[in-house]
């Protein structure tokens, strides 16, 4: 961050951890001149996560990553950034028998990087804006 950031107080970061935390909470944010909009959904039959949406729409192409980082200032500013093994080490193994040691080490390396719209936890959410980002304000909070 910046020497000129400013950043929420610790009581609006409560309030913005406590809407995420609950039943279809939602939270708007002005980060550096982007209306940043994240919303509790739901992410599948039994789970509630956390969505983005920057400027009221969600782009695909903001998750495009390139050498294990995000492409867009989108995708790198308010997506999570995850990262994971192409194989499982069992298939590894496998490989291994069939086509040699050499062959296998190239595909233990070899990894997939997306940047996802999707949060688990309203507070690496709070850290991870508050590393990549310098002025963060408050818009609106609603808790459902």
């Keep these: 961050m910046s020497a000129e ?4 107080t610790a009581n609006e970061w409560k309030l913005i951890i406590d809407a995420l935390s609950g039943l279809f909470g939602m939270v708007e944010l002005e980060i550096d001149g982007f209306n940043v909009t994240y919303q509790r959904v739901r992410v599948s039959r039994d789970t509630l ?4 949406y920057v400027n009221r729409v969600f782009i695909s192409k903001w998750m495009d990553c390139k050498d294990g980082q995000p492409e867009h200032a989108e995708g ?3 997506l999570r950034l995850i990262s994971k093994r192409a194989y499982k ?4 193994k496998d490989f291994a028998r069939i086509a040699g040691k050499k062959e296998a080490a190239r595909l233990e390396k070899l990894r997939i ?3 996802s ?3 688990k936890s309203p507070r690496s959410l709070k850290k991870h804006l508050l590393n990549n980002n ?4 408050l818009v609106k909070v609603t808790e459902v």
């Design 134 to 137: 310098c002025n963060i304000k």
């Design 117 to 119: 719209p999707e949060w």
């Design 76 to 78: 790198r500013r308010f």
């Design 49 to 52: 996560g956390i969505m983005t």
């Design 5 to 8: 950031s400013h950043t929420l």
């Design 89 to 92: 080490p069992s298939a590894i």
């Design 113 to 115: 990087c997306i940047a």
